[in-house]
């Protein structure tokens, strides 16, 4: 994309307040086999902190005549009778009750064939109605199968609303889909080119899914495409000891039969960890990292894969001397997992017994949105973690590094690079060595004023050892003699 339409675009993405919880309505053609069961498992342990507002059972191509809410409906159920364990290790859970009101039946029939607005399902209805609600937040749409609920959702807004409203709720929606499961996806991207869309695009059946991101939660094997990545806490094996044996919600995890949750990075950037990234893909987190740009064959941008090679600006990340786009995902699997594995400990045991995640504080500021700084080229700027703190007295170690890859602009010029002192230590010094990263193609000069990311990760030492993180970004001005 020219540097010009890649800045119009993200002028187009708005800003929000992460204050309150991610909103999030699920898509999840869940009975066709193991791992959207797997996913609902993990999704839950996060509903303190993820507004579940909906979950519609939706058709695939690999389910096309039926939709499970039951299966659904049952692990929520498991998930009520861990609620009041889960309650003493954190505040915020929504009762059972609650979230078994926000599951419906989605559209029955495959593909947009079987689509009818005139006689909508109950998942289009709550798709609509949650879309239409405003209340400064957008609405994350996690597409774990196919999208004509949505599709008929939104052909409803068009027949009963106002343009302006239709507009309006599109423009908060945004939609993370894990590959295109049915015809309804190229579908929602060329009827509404205002709506936010994270995936990349493809056949409806599994010829792509060896490409894709998102299996850089778990395909190492089955896709053969995870050089570099360690592949131990997604085994079976793992999972038996940390996941399955842990009481009623860890006995409706099953046994995977190609990879563990292969729908789960479509919210798994939205756990508010201190990397999450809301309407800025290009940052990357739990949840991997995309490009906004026109694939071949679609009529407008998206964030997706790819990117231009030369000047080094692509969707993949470089991790232990691999580049892959699964290196976004796989690169955080042992703190996800690790993460995953003490909060089923959350559902079998008291407080004092489970371990709890540290709370980062970066030059006396706490919380998890990015701490914005400015700097010049050649210049130190000075990061103290040391008021960071863990709240069951563990131990913690530091380790402060530069996220190269996060980030860029006009799809030109890479970040500025950084020089890291005290990488290890609570106290740090970032120093900024060009004004941006090597432009193979040599064309023009860097810009002033390009960001850079750098991430502290903090890990305590209980068990399991639980990580999280305050982004770093950079507004990088030129020296005086650089000008």
């Known amino acids: 994309m020219a540097p010009a339409l890649f800045a119009l675009a993200l002028a187009m993405v708005p800003a929000h307040a992460a204050a309150q919880p991610p909103r999030l309505f699920v898509l999840t053609d869940i009975g066709n086999e193991p791992d959207d069961q797997m996913s609902l498992v993990r999704l839950l ?37 861990v609620l009041p ?19 419906h039946p989605g559209v029955a029939g495959y593909g947009l064939a079987a689509v009818n607005p005139d006689k909508p399902s109950a998942g289009a209805l709550a798709l ?17 199968g196919g999208t004509n609920t949505l599709a008929e959702a939104l ?37 509404f080119p205002g709506l936010f869309w994270i995936g990349t695009p493809s056949g409806e059946d599994s ?123 796989w690169r955080w699997r042992e703190a996800f997992q690790h993460d995953f594995a003490a909060r089923m400990d959350w559902t079998v045991k008291p407080y004092k017994a489970a371990n709890h995640p540290p709370e980062v504080v970066v030059n006396g500021q706490g919380g998890n949105e ?32 530069g996220y190269g890859e996060a980030g860029f602009a006009g799809g030109m010029f890479p970040p500025p690079p950084l020089a890291i002192s005290g990488a290890a230590g609570p106290r740090a010094t970032i120093t900024a060595t060009a004004a941006c990263g090597q432009n193979w193609l040599a064309m023009g000069t860097c810009p002033d004023g390009l960001e850079a990311h750098a991430i ?12 999280r993180y305050r982004r770093v970004i950079l507004t990088v001005r030129k020296s005086g003699r650089d000008k």
């Open 128 to 144: 609509l109605a949650a879309a239409r609600r405003d209340v400064g937040q957008p609405l994350w749409v996690s597409a774990w």
């Open 456 to 467: 502290l990760a903090i890990t305590d030492n209980g068990r399991p050892a639980l990580t």
């Open 155 to 191: 052909l409803l807004a068009r027949k009963t609303l106002p343009e302006t409203e239709v507009k309006a709720l599109v423009a908060r929606l945004r939609v993370y889909a894990i590959s295109d499961q049915d015809d309804a996806g190229p579908w929602l991207r060329r009827e």
């Open 370 to 401: 990015p701490l914005r700084l400015e700097a010049q080229v050649g210049q130190a700027v000075r990061l103290d973690a040391s008021a960071s703190r863990d709240p069951d007295g563990n131990r913690l170690t530091y380790r402060w590094f």
């Open 207 to 329: 010829a792509n899914y060896a490409a894709a991101t998102w299996t850089g939660i778990s395909g190492d094997l089955f896709y053969r495409n995870g050089q570099g990545a360690d592949g131990r806490t997604v085994t079976n094996a793992w999972l038996d000891a940390n996941v399955r044996a842990k009481g009623p919600l860890g006995a409706h995890y099953p046994r995977f039969m190609f990879i563990m949750e292969g729908d789960t990075p479509s919210f798994l950037g939205l756990i508010p960890n201190g990397l999450q990234n809301g309407d800025r893909p290009d940052w990357g987190g739990w949840g991997g990292r995309y490009l906004l740009r026109r694939p071949h064959g679609e009529a407008r941008a998206l964030w997706t894969q790819g990117g231009d090679s030369f000047p080094r600006v692509t969707s993949a990340d470089t991790v232990n001397g691999v580049t892959s786009d699964q290196a976004t995902i």
């Open 45 to 81: 342990l996060y509903a303190n902190e993820i507004d579940i507002e909906g979950i519609a059972a939706t058709t695939s191509v690999w389910q096309r005549g039926k939709v499970s809410p039951e299966i659904a409906a049952g692990v929520i159920d498991a998930y009520g009778e």
């Open 85 to 103: 364990h889960l309650r003493e290790n954190a505040p915020g859970w929504p009762d059972a009750a609650q979230l078994r009101a926000r599951l």
